[in-house]
């Protein structure tokens, strides 16, 4: 631990959180039934989207572990933020159309009416599962670090902080109020961060200095095929597997986008995300690479953001900018995860079980249902390190055990309308049961136990290539038996995609929100990032 917090650093804190409050709970008493309380009554803005998503998806793990991945690896994590830019591309052009036009509350309701009803439920429950040992728990994490380099707190402490106050406006306004506070939590986190940024940038002699201070490598998007973390087969191929899986059909990104106004709010939303996407590399891998030329320690890893942070780096008051800014992104992301994880809950199990419910019912379980997630998230942080020393590469094996047969079984069941509810079965437990023997073999592997030697050949895969593999042996499973059930499409439910009805709300024809403007939008993004990619070849 470094120098403590002036009383300036801890009133622009209190300002922070008073104005946090104040909009939270401002919106909050806007809810009035359970549409209103999952998906803000169906009536999200593109500003609201963007931020939002983009809010979801940058936490303190993001913070901490971009910035370590940054110290110990270089530029070559950004690849996850750059390909997410086409990757939400495809969210605004292809999926949010189809699920908007379909109404559903939840992926795993589109599941149901794409596939059955099993699908359904087994989507639920490895979301609810991989929210624990990803999202919540790496979140927790992540912060308890940066409040214990800044306050000396231990991660206990700082966990019932976090939850505390991410839980206050969250379980009190739904959807709603997270949407809206949302917005300012962008704003305050990309300040934040550029801030820590540009005085890393000084302090070190500019970027110049920054390239001659560290490894040449740093500064390669893409790394040898060699490379144990980000070969480039692996980052080409396995990386938009997990993209998709990631924002295109997980309830965690894309339920603010269920409750847009209509598609083209949802179309400009993604699009915006796409635009906000592109900031991280600079803003939040940069400053782990600025620690390295600045304290020489090349086994930094995850300390590298706090150190920046706690030292001496940032003058009083902007120290407090700066932690605000993670605090907004900490804070961001457990409320929306809860919110999800309250939504998933609610809507495909408790409603199904008591279809008789009222909104004020469902509304008190979704709220009920974030504390039984919350103790299990804090009970499984223990095993995190056991997974990796970086969390961002945590998060991202994590994610490659997971979401290769579920990505599959959405994208199939979009552009092929062959596959079977059975298929679809069959292919998410097969690929679900493949993905959890690779993770605890690791697991055992780390933890110093003998393992079968098939099982050492499995986890010596790099885990970006493994989620290749899995994709397509899952795409593989669900093609042949699609084809040996001989079922229509699908098994319980003749829900064609190609027959469902056009968005019965305007489109939003006016104004500066139009298909036109998208277009052109949506080719700049794709422009810029190419652009990054060859200036860091």
Request: aromatic share 12%; with cysteine.
């Amino acid at each position: 631990m470094f120098t403590s917090l002036s009383i300036l650093d801890f009133l622009v804190i209190l300002i922070y959180f008073a104005m946090l409050l104040t909009v939270g709970f401002y919106y909050s008493r806007k809810e009035k039934d359970s549409n209103d309380y999952f998906l803000a009554g169906r009536n999200i803005g593109w500003l609201a989207i963007g931020s939002s998503m983009f809010a979801a998806n940058i936490s303190s793990e993001h913070f901490i572990g971009l910035a370590g991945a940054g110290a110990s690896r270089g530029i070559a994590a950004g690849n996850f933020e750059l390909l997410a830019c086409f990757v939400v591309l495809l969210l605004g052009w292809v999926f949010a159309p189809i699920y908007l036009k379909m109404g559903v509350f939840t992926l795993p309701e589109f599941l149901e009416k794409r596939y059955n009803r099993s699908c359904r439920i087994y989507l639920t429950s490895v979301s609810l599962i991989a929210y624990i040992f990803t999202k919540i728990s790496v979140t927790i994490l992540a912060g308890g670090l940066l409040l214990y380099e800044t306050l000396g707190w231990d991660i206990a402490t700082s966990a019932v902080v976090i939850i505390v106050i991410a839980g206050i406006y969250s379980i009190a306004g739904g959807l709603n109020a997270i949407v809206r506070v949302d917005i300012l939590q962008t704003f305050i986190l990309i300040i934040g961060a550029t801030v820590l940024t540009l005085y890393g940038l000084h302090e070190i002699g500019g970027f110049t200095a920054l390239r001659s201070a560290v490894p040449t490598g740093h500064f390669e998007l893409l790394k040898p095929l060699s490379d144990p973390d980000f070969p480039w087969t692996g980052i080409i191929f396995g990386a938009p597997i997990l993209g998709i899986w990631y924002w295109c059909t997980d309830q965690y990104i894309v339920q603010r986008v269920l409750g847009a106004k209509n598609i083209m709010q949802a179309r400009s939303g993604a699009i915006f995300t796409g635009f906000l996407k592109l900031l991280p590399l600079f803003i939040l891998i940069l400053p782990g690479i600025i620690a390295l030329g600045l304290y020489g320690d090349g086994n930094l890893g995850d300390r590298a953001f706090p150190l920046l942070v706690a030292g001496n780096l940032l003058p009083s008051g902007i120290k407090g900018i700066v932690i605000a800014s993670l605090l907004a992104a900490l804070i961001s992301s457990l409320a929306n995860v809860f919110n999800s994880s309250s939504t998933l809950f609610t809507m495909d199990f408790y409603r199904n079980i008591r279809k008789e419910a009222s909104d004020d019912e469902l509304v008190l379980i979704g709220r009920l249902s974030t504390t039984a997630l919350v103790i299990a998230a804090i009970l499984a942080i223990p095993f995190i390190k056991f997974i990796s020393t970086n969390m961002y590469v945590y998060l991202q094996s994590m994610q490659a055990y997971i979401s290769p047969p579920i990505a599959a079984v959405f994208v199939w069941g979009i552009i092929w309308n062959k596959s079977t509810g059975k298929a679809a079965f069959i292919t998410l437990v097969t690929g679900g049961i493949i993905g959890g023997i690779r993770l605890i073999a690791e697991l055992l592997k780390k933890g110093g136990y003998e393992i079968w030697e098939p099982l050492k050949m499995l986890i010596s895969i790099n885990f970006l290539h493994f989620a290749v593999i899995l994709f397509v042996f899952s795409s593989i499973i669900l093609t042949v038996i699609s084809f040996i059930s001989k079922k229509s499409y699908p098994d319980s439910n003749s829900y064609n995609l190609k027959n469902i009805p056009a968005d019965k709300k305007p489109i939003g024809t006016k104004g500066i929100i139009n298909k036109k403007v998208t277009i052109v939008l949506s080719a700049l993004l794709v422009c810029i990032v190419i652009s990054i990619y060859v200036y860091f070849f």
